[in-house]
């Protein structure tokens, strides 16, 4: 069955330092990963997506992820953390066969001044 | 601003009534997409329509349904309300009926007492 997994419900960091929020996935065949964030009373909103080619992908807000086919895993980085990205994050993964993107369970990301 | 629009933002209903969601997707968008936040489920993809037909079907309950109409706008009628429809009800728009690349509207919060 395909499916994605975000392993920490909650996670803190320093305004500044660097931020990785985990994201492992399970598909047959090739997978379409993405990150999207949500901030308070709002909607989805797209961060970055992997479909084929190069395993660090960039994306809006200084984001990336780094692709990792062996650990089947697609974590979301950012070098220096804002208060601003705090939000809930959420990984997701296309299913083609029922055009239909499933996500993780989503991560609260809280950054501290 | 994703370009698709969700009206009301927020409802308040009693249980076992009905009420209708709409949603009216990006220019140009022929696939609509209806996902439903909740506390307890995460974030499930519920049904698609494409250029007016049902396209894919997800965790959907039989006291909802769904249409697409020829301007393209799509409602969600969900009826027999329970305190546990109580949710963020979004809408995703893309171009094509297989597409990845889906853009989310602001979400309308149900809420059923």
């Known amino acids: 069955a395909q499916s994605v997994a975000q392993p920490e419900d909650q996670v803190n960091v320093a305004e500044g330092n660097p931020l990785t929020v985990k994201c492992t996935y399970s598909v047959s065949g090739n997978p379409y990963l993405f990150w999207y964030v949500q901030y308070p009373n709002r909607g989805l909103q797209f961060l970055l997506k992997y479909i084929t080619g190069d395993n660090l992908v960039k994306g809006s807000y200084g984001f990336e992820a780094e692709f990792n086919k062996s650990q089947t895993s697609f974590h979301l980085k950012k070098p220096s953390a804002l208060v601003s990205d705090s939000a809930l994050y959420f990984c997701?993964?296309?299913?083609?066969?029922?055009?239909?993107?499933?996500f993780g369970s989503g991560t609260r990301l809280s950054i501290r001044p | 601003d994703s370009g698709v629009t969700q009206t009301p933002k927020h409802l308040i209903t009693a249980t076992g009534q009905r009420v209708t969601l709409r949603c009216s997707p990006r220019?140009?968008?022929?696939?609509v997409y209806w996902y439903q936040q909740s506390l307890d489920q995460g974030l499930q993809f519920l049904i698609q329509?494409?250029?007016?037909?049902?396209?894919a079907k997800g965790n959907i309950l039989e006291r909802f349904s769904a249409q697409q109409f020829p301007d393209l706008h799509s409602e969600l009628n969900l009826s027999s309300l329970e305190l546990g429809d109580s949710a963020l009800y979004f809408c995703?728009?893309?171009?094509?009926?297989?597409?990845?690349?889906?853009?989310f509207g602001p979400g309308t919060r149900l809420t059923v007492t």
């Open positions: 220019s140009g968008d022929l696939s």
């Open positions: 329509y494409y250029n007016g037909e049902e396209r």
């Open positions: 995703a728009s893309s171009k094509g009926q297989d597409s990845y690349e889906q853009y």
């Open positions: 997701a993964l296309f299913r083609s066969s029922a055009s239909k993107i499933i």
